[in-house]
Every structure is written in C-alpha cells, then in structure tokens.
C-alpha cells in the first residue's frame, strides 16, 4: 500500500472552508484515496472517497491531481462540529482489508 | 439498529490475566475488523475477518486471539495481558468486497488498561 504523509495539524475559522491537504506520491493505479475522521475519541467515520476523478459527497469534496500522487479533502463550511483527526488511507478497493490509518492531522475549528 | 457495539467499554487487567472482549453487530455485515489505537497515534489492524468462521492477521496480531463463530460477532482474547497491550481497542464492521466495502463502521471503543 501507499504511504500517505499528512500535516499534524491544522485550524481553520468557523464557517469558512477547511482544506486539508494529503501526499501520496508511491500510489499505484489501482489503489484509491480514502478519508476518515475521528472525533474526540469515537470511532472513525468514514467521510469520502475517490480513484482519479473529483468526488463530492454531503460531507465533503474530495479533490484528487491529475497525477495522482496528492490530494485535498475540503470541508466547504466548517463547524465547531468539524473538529477532528482527519486520516487519508490509500488502499486498493475490494479484497483489501487492511486499512492503515497513519497518525493524521488533528483539524482545530475556532470560533 | 444499534449499529456496532462493544461490550465492556472498560477494563483494567493485571499483567497475566486473560480477558476477551466483544463485537457485535446487526447491520448483515460479511467482514468484521479489531483496531488498537496508542495515545497520538492512529489505528493499527489486529486481526479482521471476512465471513463466520474466517479469521486472518492485521498488522500487530501478535498476543491476541480472534474468533468468529457467528457473523454478527466478533471476539478478541489476550490470553496473557502485558502492559504494552494498554490501548483502546475498536472493533469495524463492513460489507462484502463489491458491495460498499470502502466504508467500515465502527463500534465506540474499549479502553484497556493492563497494570
């Protein structure tokens, strides 16, 4: 699987768009570029998704680069509600299960 | 729907006791997964499961124990606890490669503490 390299951190003002930033240079052809949250200390949430093409979900929007090897995940309107651990996966999809989730960036929402 | 649960939410073990903690889950899902998660640092993959009966290694199997004898659960034994195994352990549940696979659901967590 693809190492992911992410800031350890990050803040953003309430209301305005969070974007957070993830490199995976080693991807290969086949793997995809997955987003997951954890707040506080819940579980992940799983948030979105992608392979090559731009992917918008209610959550967010994920945007990935032509070459593959970086991509950012955007909340449009960040709430207080938005403050998490943000994780970026990289893993081939279907009959892969192991999902490694690095350390992450820790998004700080201020009011 | 409860989703996915954990049974106990916490626990404190002295170094050689054994223990096993529980996984459930109504949603129908055909793989099951154990985390541990360390202070500041993300998930680690202990064992998962692809359908009842079915047991394989994650990325830090060693110590633990799994078993999946019906599909809506999922156990994790530690035969004989150590004090490295202090952790919060989360159980996930997804479906079948194909159908959604891509977003696993987890179960709130149990924090272990081994002394």
């Known amino acids: 699987d693809a190492k992911t390299t992410q800031p350890p951190s990050m803040d953003c003002a309430e209301g305005r768009a969070a974007n957070l930033p993830c490199n995976h240079s080693?991807?290969?052809?086949?793997?995809?570029v997955y987003w997951y949250r954890q707040i506080h200390s819940q579980g992940p949430q799983y948030i979105i998704h992608g392979l090559k093409n731009n992917e918008t979900n209610e959550m967010a929007s994920l945007i990935i680069t032509e070459d593959r090897k970086s991509s950012t995940l955007i909340l449009p309107h960040a709430t207080l509600r938005d403050t998490a651990v943000y994780y970026c996966?990289?893993?081939?999809?279907?009959?892969?299960?192991?999902?490694?989730f690095g350390a992450g960036t820790r998004l700080t929402v201020k009011p | 729907n409860a989703g996915v649960t954990q049974t106990p939410k916490f626990r404190v073990l002295k170094t050689g006791q054994s223990m096993t903690l529980l996984c459930a889950q109504d949603?129908?899902?055909?793989?099951m997964y154990w985390y541990r998660q360390d202070p500041g640092m993300g998930l680690r993959l202990i064992h998962y499961?692809?359908?009842?009966?079915?047991?394989a290694k994650g990325e830090v199997p060693d110590g633990y124990n799994v078993s999946r004898l019906k599909k809506q659960n999922f156990l994790l034994g530690l035969e004989s606890a150590a004090p490295s195994q202090t952790s919060v352990y989360f159980c996930a549940s997804s479906y079948s490669g194909g159908l959604r696979d891509y977003e696993q659901y987890f179960g709130p967590g149990t924090r272990l503490t081994v002394t």
């Open positions: 499961s692809v359908g009842e009966g079915t047991t």
């Open positions: 080693t991807i290969s052809g086949n793997e995809y």
């Open positions: 996966i990289v893993r081939v999809e279907y009959n892969n299960n192991d999902m490694r």
């Open positions: 949603m129908n899902h055909e793989y």
